[in-house]
């Protein structure tokens, strides 16, 4: 039984509920009495464990986003949340949610979080390839995970997708429909996930081919990929999300072009909307739901005290093929798509 059921029963807060069965004094007695009454009704029983871990702390688990205030619109990062906040409702902890530019910004944020023990641990996205945030968190032996890795030397716990393998992949499907000039339009190289995605296409071309570098935003995907046109002129383009694969998609059709027909196109992250865009966006899936879930049980044995070293996961993602790409113009390479499916992933050794 969840305390949320509690909570609606009543018409109060899960915190409220989770302090009057705990036996904190700043619960009125008439609610905790009618708490308790409601508890007894529907035989609720508290996870012992989950109360041993939260005894003495803050209840709550700590994301910032890696964006301005009030911007809250990345679906990558909703996909996270959406699957964060109910495994964590399940152990009774809330999910507290801000944002914040990256750099200073940022570590301010995380430093009001850990110095003011707003929350007992913290999920990091989106890390960088030198990630200060990292380094802050290990020097204040504060638990954490990251989704993604990073040059830090010291051990901590994350779960990561192999970006490289599967842009090594994606970039190897081009050069079997026969295409010569592979463009890839990828994240600012301060994020590791775009290292990984750069030398992944970087592997399969062996001499590299035309690069820009952007923040992953679709208005940013639309400037390269006119860039790309007027100078340099791909005959197809990997791109580091989905995001950009968009703008860079409306970008053909301003010019006159369409994905899979005069411009192969693949993007990054199978987001809801790559199967809405037209064509429907080839794109390379990563499990973000079951990863997100998988990064809670992770933080929830480091806030109990388990080590980092151990907590180290490495999985495969998967290219969906859809209409996006194919053989270049005037050829008659087959498209030889691979279909929707999709698989659980299987994590590496």
């Not at 018409?11 to 705990?22: D, F, N, P």
């Not at 850990?114 to 996205?125: H, T």
């Not at 790559?274 to 049980?297: C, S």
Request: net charge neutral.
């Amino acid at each position: 039984m969840s305390l949320a059921r509690i909570a609606r029963a009543l018409g109060i807060s899960v915190t409220t509920v989770s302090r009057a069965l705990a036996g904190y004094d700043d619960v009125a007695p008439a609610t905790r009495a009618l708490v308790i009454a409601e508890a007894d009704r529907i035989a609720y029983r508290p996870n012992e464990a989950a109360r041993r871990l939260r005894r003495g702390r803050a209840e709550a688990i700590g994301v910032v986003l890696p964006s301005g205030p009030g911007q809250f619109d990345d679906p990558f990062f909703l996909r996270m949340l959406s699957a964060i906040g109910p495994a964590l409702e399940a152990e009774n902890l809330d999910l507290l949610v801000t944002t914040a530019r990256p750099g200073a910004d940022a570590l301010r944020a995380y430093r009001h979080l850990v110095e003011n023990r707003k929350v007992d641990g913290i999920i990091l996205a989106r890390t960088r390839q030198h990630d200060e945030r990292i380094g802050y968190l290990l020097d204040r032996d504060f638990p954490f995970v990251a989704h993604g890795r990073s040059l830090e030397s010291r051990p901590f716990a994350y779960v990561d997708i192999d970006g490289e393998a599967a842009c090594r992949a994606a970039t190897e499907r081009l050069l079997g429909f026969g295409h010569t000039r592979i463009a890839l339009i990828n994240a600012l190289p301060l994020y590791m996930f775009a290292h990984h995605r750069k030398a992944g296409w970087l592997a399969a071309l062996g001499t590299p081919g035309p690069l820009r570098e952007v923040e992953p935003t679709e208005e940013n995907g639309f400037r390269a990929m006119q860039d790309l046109l007027t100078h340099e002129r791909p005959t197809a383009v990997l791109c580091a999300t989905d995001r950009i694969a968009v703008g860079a998609m409306h970008a053909l059709a301003h010019a006159g072009l369409r994905a899979g027909r005069d411009v192969a196109l693949i993007g990054y992250d199978d987001l809801p909307l790559a199967t809405y865009t037209d064509p429907p966006l080839t794109t390379i899936a990563q499990p973000i739901e079951r990863a997100a879930r998988r990064m809670v049980e992770m933080l929830l044995a480091r806030i109990g005290g388990a080590p980092a070293e151990g907590m180290q996961e490495i999985w495969p993602a998967r290219l969906i093929a859809r209409q996006s790409d194919g053989p270049p113009a005037g050829t008659d390479t087959p498209r030889n798509h691979q279909g929707d499916s999709r698989h659980e992933p299987t994590l590496h050794p």
